[in-house]
């Protein structure tokens, strides 16, 4: 068989992106930061792009000043000669200054980089301290004996963010440079624990909340025996029955236990605090004569751009050459492109904001429990455009209410059919279900069975086990543990 290659045509439609398009779906799918960002970048990079400013009154006041200036040139020539007096006047007095301006002079110029200096140093913020460095300033402050101080080092490093040993003990004894025993390592992490914070370098929860009692308690006793032999009791409530083992009265039990509630269950946590994420928001909502009003309120974040008009009036000019030109050409429609963009994702978002306060103004007036269902393809169909493109629009933003700031897809929820006909949200059922435990007998809690009757007493038919699932979600605990003596 003979092998052979040749061309062949072949005639084929594909559906392709233009970069218009793609820079502006890039665009609508910007939060407002990463979206400020990505301006200041386009400045940086176009020089054809400019950012316009406002003028102020001060501003504008500029021109009218120099012309007021020229017309008040000629009258001012006739007082020239009694100005040369005075000049002359102010060299004597300068004179005079002279030898005490010198001899100042660099003691202002220090003065002036001190205080410049000490201005950085106070608007510096300080580097946090970590939990490692705070355990080992203790550590060099204290007393321990030479052979044991490698291991209480060790111990310290395998400390994690919570507060806990996160490494066997015998694995750190073994890989010291100088090796000591099992022993000599349970005195070092003995001398570890005595740190602050209390019950640092704990193996368990059952550990460190034990290293956080103060022996000279009245009480301590009683705490000890409650953390060493009925944790799970605590847990699951069950008070009658450590008082009937440990001959204590209920009162007492129960008062212990709160006091063990107060302790510190992850020590090192104080100094790994969780970063809160910064919430802009880019759309407000107003109540204004009865009717809700939708603003944008992105105007202090974004700037408003514009395009050179330099750049503009050299395209006309001959004496540029063709590659400057096309250089120029291809900049200014670069930054049409991004101008276009930035509008047509501020009227998008406007008109998607503006469906979705039309759609939840009951939310609006009452709050969750009058959250309705609402599919992002309804406000799609509505507004004009593809699903795709409300997904992107409402991504990672934020909408200030008379509710609360919440994100924009937080609107977008299912629901189901209740008994009156009406859709309602499954936000709305999760809220009944908070009112519901809220206002409970909590000497004798609800079950799961007991709350699903309640909500279908109430129109919603919903089965006991979607009613754990969702306290679970709400991070509600079972009957058992919400039970009180």
Not at 142 to 167: K, Q, R, T, W
Not at 210 to 225: E, F, G, S, V
Request: some cysteine; aromatic content about 6%.
């Amino acid at each position: 068989m003979k092998m052979q290659s040749s061309l062949l045509p072949q005639l084929q439609q594909k559906m392709k992106l233009s970069p218009q398009i793609i820079q502006s779906i890039e665009i609508l799918q910007l939060p407002l930061l990463a979206l400020a960002e990505r301006i200041q970048q386009e400045i940086m990079d176009n020089p054809v792009l400019e950012e316009m400013v406002e003028q102020t009154k001060e501003d504008s006041s500029v021109g009218e000043d120099s012309s007021m200036a020229e017309e008040s040139s000629a009258q001012t020539e006739w007082d020239d000669a009694q100005k040369k007096e005075v000049d002359r006047l102010g060299e004597m007095a300068e004179d005079w200054s002279e030898y005490y301006s010198k001899t100042m002079v660099r003691k202002s110029v220090l003065s002036d980089e001190r205080d410049q200096k000490q201005e950085a140093l106070e608007n510096t913020a300080a580097k946090p301290m970590s939990l490692h460095d705070y355990l080992l300033g203790q550590l060099s402050l204290m007393e321990v004996p030479e052979h044991l101080f490698e291991a209480c080092e060790n111990i310290i490093y395998s400390v994690d963010n919570s507060g806990y040993l996160s490494v066997p003990l015998e694995e750190i004894v073994c890989s010291l440079e100088k090796p000591v025993s099992v022993e000599e390592g349970e005195k070092a992490l003995k001398i570890v624990q005595t740190l602050e914070p209390p019950g640092v370098g704990a193996r368990n929860l059952q550990e460190c909340l034990l290293l956080q009692l103060d022996n000279r308690d009245p009480n301590y006793r009683l705490t000890k025996d409650l953390l060493q032999n009925f944790l799970v009791e605590i847990e699951t409530r069950k008070y009658p029955l450590i008082a009937k083992k440990t001959g204590y009265s209920l009162e007492a039990i129960k008062k212990q236990v709160e006091f063990i509630r107060t302790l510190n269950p992850k020590p090192g946590s104080i100094f790994h605090d969780e970063t809160i994420p910064y919430v802009v928001p880019e759309v407000k909502v107003e109540k204004i004569d009865g009717q809700y009003e939708v603003f944008l309120i992105d105007n202090a974040n974004i700037p408003h751009l514009h395009i050179s008009s330099f750049y503009k009036k050299s395209l006309s000019e001959s004496s540029i050459d063709s590659s400057t030109r096309q250089y120029i050409q291809k900049k200014i429609e670069s930054a049409k492109w991004l101008v276009d963009a930035i509008e047509q994702r501020r009227s998008t978002l406007y008109k998607v904001a503006c469906k979705i306060v039309s759609m939840q103004k009951g939310f609006l007036d009452e709050g969750i429990h009058r959250l309705r269902t609402l599919k992002m393809q309804d406000v799609a169909d509505i507004v004009g455009v593809h699903v795709s493109t409300v997904s992107r629009a409402i991504a990672h933003k934020y909408i200030q209410t008379p509710q609360g700031i919440f994100e924009m897809k937080f609107f977008f929820t299912g629901g189901f059919q209740n008994a009156d006909g009406n859709m309602e949200s499954w936000e709305s059922i999760r809220q009944k279900l908070l009112e519901i435990v809220a206002k409970e007998d909590k000497s004798n809690p609800l079950s799961d069975e007991e709350v699903a009757e309640k909500l279908h007493a109430s129109g919603v038919d919903i089965a006991r086990r979607t009613v754990t699932k969702y306290r679970r979600i709400l991070k509600i605990p079972s009957s058992r543990q919400r039970k009180e003596y």
